[in-house]
């Protein structure tokens, strides 16, 4: 483990403090994920520097289980007298619970951990507030650097250092640190009607290698092509997305949908589109997926899941056919499948479920530009505002294009508004033509851009 890393002996000592307390209580089942996490914020507002902020935050959630009742508590304390009053509440609330006869027990540490490289970068946990200003300038004036005419409201560069820790009854001890570098900048151009909607473009990395002024430049060339208002019209065409636009975390659109539908307890519960049909080709042969938080240097790779339970890479659909899930260790139990390591913990709700930890859509080649490139007539997604509601169960989605843009002859030019997209997950994806190599890292996923064929838009 890092010396560097300050957060690790916060974690250390909660973890036995848990194993103690529950002794103290009697408390023979048990298990307890600590997290700890210190973050500096540099945060522009109307192209300069407007403040900076350091930030400590811990959390602790504990389960336990009381003759087969199962109940769990939060806290976001460390001392003593929290961690009690945790594990305290935690056997209340199991005291409510009926009595679950499928539980069989929190996992063992049965399988060795993978070596997962490139997870802590002494140089990210250690950049002070100058240097970060500095990055955020850079951003800004790559932004700049597209037109006179492009101007950066509100972006931000942050800088994390975490430390994570399971432990349980069953023997389990698991610990790891990691950073994480993120910029966001969000641009506009134009004035009075021609002026372009919100164009935010982010990236995130372990290390200090992020090209922010690369991040500047895509959302200024998106904000100053939008200023170009072009008529849309209803139809059904080829449509590019951008990787933003697919992977971001509350908005990317496959992001939010696949997440919930490979979660093996949702196909388990039949509330996932993909449920029972395993085996079957479903999608374009160009569709490849894994869940693979081994690779070295990803914002999602890790070498255990939120139960400690070892990770590992997982074959979710092999060239359009599916051909897995993912599994939490009850929910694996239950199903008889067993956990593939993709335990995931929601602190504020106190619940453990499956999803995928680094959702990877195998990228192809070349780079967004030259899929745009190979459409006559069509559209680029950019954001996808509203995909937040599609439907995890169907597989449902209709979301605003914001920023959308008109593709004429292998060319972008310009903006469209108010135009929405709509269909089936599973019709959008048989109908993939090309991938992308141009791999955008958005911590739970890595995507690349992707061209459809037969999208529908509509206008109003």
């Known amino acids: 483990m890092p010396k560097e890393c300050a957060t690790e002996t916060a974690v250390l000592h909660v973890l036995d403090e848990v194993g103690a307390s529950a002794r103290r209580q009697k408390v023979a089942e048990f298990d307890a994920y600590a997290i700890c996490t210190r973050t500096r914020r540099v945060t522009v507002e ?17 389960r336990v289980c009381v003759d087969g009742k199962v109940g769990g508590a939060s806290c976001n304390e460390f001392d003593r007298r929290a961690t009690a009053e945790c594990i305290d509440h935690a056997v209340r609330i199991a005291n409510l619970m ?17 070596s997962v490289s490139g997870l802590y970068d002494t140089s990210v946990a250690s ?3 100058p ?18 005419d492009v101007s950066a409201p509100y972006g931000a560069v942050e800088s ?33 009607e021609s002026i372009s909607p919100d164009c935010e473009e982010s990236g995130q990395s372990r290390s200090c290698d992020l090209r922010v002024d690369k991040i500047g430049e895509r959302a200024g060339w998106i904000a100053e092509k939008s200023t170009h208002i072009m008529d849309a019209k209803t139809e059904e065409c080829d449509v590019v997305f951008s990787p933003m636009s697919l992977g971001a975390g509350s908005d990317g659109l496959l992001n939010v949908v696949l997440s919930e539908a490979f979660s093996g307890q949702n196909t388990h519960q039949g509330i996932s589109f993909l449920s029972g049909r395993l085996g079957e ?3 374009s042969e160009h569709v490849t997926i894994n869940d693979n938080p081994l690779l070295s240097g990803r914002c999602g790779s890790r070498p255990f899941d939120d ?3 070892a990770a590992q890479k997982t074959r979710l659909v092999n060239k359009g056919t599916l051909v897995g899930y993912v599994w939490d260790s009850y929910h694996g139990s239950v199903s008889g499948e067993g956990s593939t390591g993709n335990a995931v913990r929601d602190l504020s709700s106190g619940t453990v479920g499956a999803a995928p930890l680094c959702l990877q859509v195998m990228p192809d080649r070349g780079s967004m530009k030259s899929l745009i490139e190979s459409v006559d007539h069509g559209y680029l997604v950019w954001g996808c505002q509203g995909s937040h509601t599609s439907n995890t169960e169907t597989g449902g989605f209709s979301f605003v294009a914001s920023p959308g843009l008109l593709i004429k002859n292998g060319e972008v030019v310009g903006g469209v508004r108010g135009s929405m997209v709509s269909g089936n997950v599973t019709d959008l994806m048989k109908n993939v033509e090309r991938v992308g190599a141009d791999v955008v890292d958005f911590g739970s996923a890595l995507m690349p851009s992707i061209l459809f064929r037969n999208v ?5």
């Open 98 to 114: 009926e009595s679950d006869k499928r539980w069989s027990g929190f996992p063992s540490s049965s399988k060795k951990y993978p």
């Open 456 to 460: 529908k838009i509509t206008t109003g």
């Open 46 to 62: 109307r192209e300069s520097v407007s403040s900076a902020d350091s930030i400590m935050a811990t959390g602790l959630h504990v």
């Open 281 to 283: 080709p479903i999608w």
């Open 307 to 309: 139960e400690g339970v």
């Open 160 to 192: 994390t250092g975490r430390t994570v820790g399971v432990t349980n009854s069953s023997g389990m001890r698991s610990v790891m640190s990691e950073t994480e570098l993120q910029a966001l900048i969000c641009c506009v151009a134009g004035s009075g």
């Open 127 to 129: 950049l002070d507030v």
């Open 131 to 148: 240097v970060m200003s500095m990055m955020a300038e850079e951003m800004v004036d790559g932004a700049r650097s597209v037109s006179k």
